[in-house]
Structure formats: C-alpha cells, structure tokens
C-alpha cells in the first residue's frame, strides 16, 4: 500500500482510499520430535481496493509501478538467496 501511495504522488494520480485483502496458503510436514519439520507457501491472493476520481487506465499504471516496485512481491515472484544466522549468548550457534 506503501507502494501504491508513493507512485500515486508521482503519476499525479489522486488515492481518496485504499484496502487491502491478503490470504496466503501454507503447509507444514514433517515432525518437531524427528527434526524434520518442512513449511511450505503454497500461494498467495491479494485483493486491493483504491478509491480515486481519476480514470482507471491511469489507476492502473500506479497499480502495475507499485507491485513492480515492491520488494516482498518481487521477492515472491523472484526468489532470492536467503541467508541467516543464530546468535546464542553472543556466540554463533550451528543450526545445521
């Protein structure tokens, strides 16, 4: 939504409002007693409602830079490495 703003100030396209609706489907397997537990996203759908005066095509070029633009729907679209690491007591703890 932060996306949706900010490339509506720039087109100069008027947002009176604006609501969003996310679901995301998840799984997860495996056991926490055997180790072996496994998330997994299985989608995601997302509703945006905008409330503007201005003619839709225009609308529409905020919608299409805003999700162009946001760094977690790219992300989704385009997976990226992840890295991460566990500090225990200022320690590095292997989780390997």
């Given at each position: 939504m932060t996306q949706v703003?900010?490339?509506?100030?720039?087109?100069?396209?008027?947002v009176n409002g604006?609501?969003?609706?996310?679901?995301?489907?998840?799984?997860?397997?495996?056991?926490?007693?055997?180790?072996?537990?496994?998330?997994?996203?299985?989608?995601?759908?997302?509703t945006l409602e905008i409330d503007s005066p201005d003619p839709p095509d225009r609308v529409s070029r905020v919608v299409r830079n805003a999700e162009r633009g946001c760094f977690v729907m790219q992300a989704l679209l385009e997976p990226v490495p992840v890295t991460g690491q566990t500090i225990l007591n200022g320690q590095p703890l292997a989780t390997d």
């Open positions: 703003s900010r490339y509506g100030h720039m087109l100069k396209v008027t604006m609501r969003m609706r996310v679901r995301a489907r998840y799984r997860v397997t495996g056991s926490v007693l055997d180790d072996s537990v496994r998330a997994s996203m299985m989608g995601a759908e997302t």
